[in-house]
Nanobody, 126 residues
C-alpha cells in the first residue's frame, strides 16, 4: 500500500550529472531517515547516502563523498540524490529506502529501513 518510486536514472557519460528523486506513490507519508543504496551486477547492496528526518544529519559512502549530495523535502515526502562527476564505477541500480523507526541517526544498514523503491538504473559510460 505504501510504496516508494524512484526516477531520474539513465545513461550518462563520465563526468556528467544525474538527479535521482524518490517519493511515495499515492498518499504522502512522513518517514524517518531515508537513504539511497545501489547494487551493481554480481555485487551486494551498498550504502550510498542517507539523511535523517530533519535533514540536519547526512552520511555518504567514501566513494561518493564530494560528488553526491542528498537532500529531502518533507512537505513533498521526497528525497533527492544529486550525482555529479559521475564515474563508470557508479554504474548500478539505485534504490531508495525509508525508515519508520529511526529519526535522528542515519543508518547505513538496510535492515533499518522499512520501505524500498523498485530501483532506477544509472549507467555511466567511459
Amino acid at each position: 500500500q505504501v510504496q516508494l518510486v524512484e526516477s531520474g536514472g539513465g545513461l550518462v557519460q563520465a563526468g556528467g550529472s544525474l538527479r535521482l528523486s524518490c517519493a511515495p506513490s499515492g498518499r504522502p507519508f512522513n518517514y524517518g531517515a531515508m537513504a539511497w543504496f545501489r547494487q551493481a551486477p554480481g555485487k551486494g547492496r551498498e550504502f550510498v547516502s542517507g539523511i535523517n528526518r530533519s535533514g540536519a544529519n547526512t552520511d555518504y559512502a567514501d566513494s561518493v563523498k564530494g560528488r553526491f549530495t542528498i537532500s529531502r523535502d518533507n512537505a513533498k515526502s521526497t528525497v533527492y540524490l544529486q550525482m555529479n562527476s559521475l564515474k563508470p564505477e557508479d554504474t548500478a541500480s539505485y534504490y531508495c529506502a525509508a525508515s519508520l523507526r529511526v529519526f535522528v541517526e542515519v543508518p547505513t544498514q538496510g535492515r533499518f529501513y522499512d520501505y524500498w523503491g523498485q530501483g532506477t538504473q544509472v549507467t555511466v559510460s567511459s
